[in-house]
Every structure is written in C-alpha cells, then in structure tokens.
C-alpha cells in the first residue's frame, strides 16, 4: 500500500474492535473515496469528540457535560441505580427504553487472567453513591460471562448491609428465541429463573 499515512490510519482503526486490517483498508478506501462527504466531518467530529466528551464524575457515563445528561436529569428514578459494566452496556439499556432509573459504570469486569482487581474497577464510587442515601435498589446488569458475574457477586457482597435492595438481570429464552438454537448454560439459566403465572 503506498503512502506511509495511509498505512498509519489502516493500523489505527485495525485497533478498533470488530474491525482487523482487512476491514480498516476497506474502510480507508471508502473514507478516500468519499473525503468531504465522510473524511472531513470524520475527522472533524473526532477533533471535536477528543477535545468535549467528558467522563461523568457520578456515573462514568460519556458525555459533553459532567454531570452527564442522564444524572442531570429530574425525570430520572433517584431510588434505582443500573450497574453496568461499561458505558456501551449503559448506552444499549438507554436505547431501548427500559427503565428510567440512574445508571453507574464499574469500567470493567474482575479477570484474574487480565490482571484486572477490585481496585481497577469504580466499586467505590457505587458505593460512595449508596451510603449517600435515598437509593432503595441497585440492579447488576452484568454479562452473562464467568467474570461478569464474578463481578457481579462481589459487588453484591460490597453492597450487603448498606440497606439497599440489590437484585440482577434476569437470564434465560431470548424474546422470539427458539429453545432448539439455544445453548446449554441459557436453557439452564431460563429454567432455574422460571416464575409463576
């Protein structure tokens, strides 16, 4: 590939998740082919992202303000905190419209293998939010993976004996899933999560 610029910006988004070498040289040729309609604002909305979005200090959010615009919100449930791992979980849950409550982002799951601990994670900041009072539950929105949900527990435990509800996400059938294309450990998990009619 000519040109030392181009092969820089190939390496760089072929860091991007989802995305290896092969999709970023299609995507570098899509964004030449295509520069004032995708390159320039492109890089202009980056420029502007790098230099405006802010961390929030209360949840962990991405946002152009601190508070973010979800903790600033009066509408917001200030009983129920969302714990999710990181802030695309967090997103995702805003999308779909599930729940108005207030959100908090840990930044990561417990991995041993990762070298990520307890202290890598914003336990204390959740914790910090609950002792300050008028939360009644807090929801574990962990993935359904061994180290979310060893995060989970240790988050549960952490939050025993603060006087707050703590409950998590229900696992099991996907809406519309059909039980034949279902793994074990998801048939498994709808079974035991089973309730009344």
Avoid at 39 to 46: E, H, I, N, Q, T
Avoid at 48 to 53: D, I, K, L, Q, T
Avoid at 159 to 172: E, F, I, K, M, Y
Wanted: hydrophobic content about 45%; glycine content about 10%; overall charge neutral.
């Amino acid at each position: 590939m000519a040109g030392s610029e181009l092969e820089r910006l190939v390496q760089l988004l072929a860091r991007l998740p989802g995305l290896g070498p092969r999709s970023a040289r299609r995507a570098v040729l899509a964004l030449m082919k295509k520069r004032d309609q995708l390159l320039l604002p492109l890089a202009g909305a980056m420029r502007e992202a790098a230099e405006r979005v802010v961390t929030c200090s209360a949840c962990g959010n991405l946002d152009t303000c601190d508070p973010c615009a979800i903790c600033a919100d009066p509408r917001r449930d200030p009983t129920m905190i969302v714990v999710v791992e990181d802030v695309g979980d967090l997103w995702a849950l805003e999308r779909s419209g599930a729940t108005k409550a207030r959100f908090h982002v840990l930044g990561g799951v417990l991995s041993a293998l990762d070298g990520i601990g307890p202290d890598d994670l914003d336990v204390a900041g959740l914790l910090r939010r609950v002792r300050e009072g008028g939360v009644a539950e807090v929801v574990l929105a962990m993935n359904a993976t061994v180290e979310g949900q060893t995060t989970a527990h240790y988050v549960a435990d952490r939050l025993a004996g603060l006087g707050c509800r703590v409950s998590r996400l229900a696992h099991g059938v996907p809406v519309g899933g059909e039980l034949d294309y279902l793994d074990d450990g998801t048939l498994v998990a709808a079974l035991r999560s089973r309730r009344s009619l």
